[in-house]
């Protein structure tokens, strides 16, 4: 690797961690980092399928409180460098795996380090001191994205030379079992979804993208058009019974004795 494959790979670790915490253009996702790695490192193709496969096993998954999630980010970005390096997809997956989980512990160093910021942020309030008060949340900022640049740089930088020995002496054995597990960790992603969605009131909807794409052959795209048209649908419903929920009580239970059909006594 270049030194300005590296630089780059651990800049943009560092700004996706600041982007998580308040722009919000989602370069923190798995998906969009493997993309950028794979442009980095001259192989998109095998970007986007590391990205895409961490991103499936996040689908659904926040860090809501004070959780911390495994960091595919670093994942995607360190498993796509070495993917592309020892010419092994499945040897990048082994490794991003472990790497996000792995970065989880420096997620709550910071956020633990964090805790004592907060309270110079809080004092500086209360003071109307606005220096202390900003000096703390940028401190707070640049210990989060330490905690992801400085193990970036040490995997990018120290560990080239040790994948590719690894890459070198692996068995076959070995390399087929990171196949079965790259193959199988999209399902863990996708089973994690559905773990949350409403399946039991929409399960005609689930049933319906399995129909077309295991039985009609239909693309990715193709189906993700007919669940986009099925929401719609849905939406449109839900806002025209609202829509009538609310007129009837602008109206008031007056209107109810003209509602209904002219029965033969009356």
């Not at 496969?53 to 970005?77: C, E, H, K, N, R």
Request: aromatic share 12%.
């Amino acid at each position: 690797m270049e030194v300005w494959q590296i630089a780059l790979l651990t800049f943009y670790s560092v700004f996706s961690c600041f982007d998580h915490q308040g722009p919000l253009c989602y370069t923190y996702q798995p998906v969009c980092a493997g993309f950028f790695g794979g442009l980095i490192m001259g192989d998109m193709a095998t970007g986007l399928y590391i990205g895409a496969t961490l991103q499936l096993m996040v689908l659904g998954v926040g860090t809501f409180g004070g959780a911390s999630i495994p960091d595919y980010v670093s994942g995607a970005l360190i498993g796509t460098a070495f993917a592309v390096t020892s010419g092994s997809t499945e040897i990048g997956l082994a490794i991003a795996v472990p790497v996000g989980v792995l970065l989880i512990q420096l997620d709550v160093l910071a956020r633990f380090f964090n805790v004592y910021l907060q309270h110079i942020v809080d004092a500086g309030c209360e003071e109307k001191n606005w220096k202390k008060m900003y000096r703390g949340i940028f401190t707070g900022i640049l210990s989060w994205t330490l905690s992801r640049a400085v193990p970036m740089l040490v995997c990018l930088v120290a560990g080239q030379d040790a994948v590719r020995m690894l890459s070198e002496m692996a068995p076959e054995w070995l390399i087929n079992g990171f196949n079965f597990v790259g193959g199988l960790l999209p399902c863990v992603g996708i089973a994690i979804l559905l773990r949350y969605l409403p399946l039991q009131r929409y399960w005609m909807f689930a049933l319906l993208g399995f129909f077309l794409a295991a039985y009609l052959k239909v693309p990715i795209l193709g189906v993700a058009v007919v669940g986009l048209i099925a929401a719609g649908i849905m939406y449109k419903n839900l806002k025209d019974a609202d829509a009538t929920k609310a007129a009837m009580q602008v109206a008031g239970p007056s209107t109810a004795q003209f509602e209904g059909t002219i029965e033969d006594d009356e």
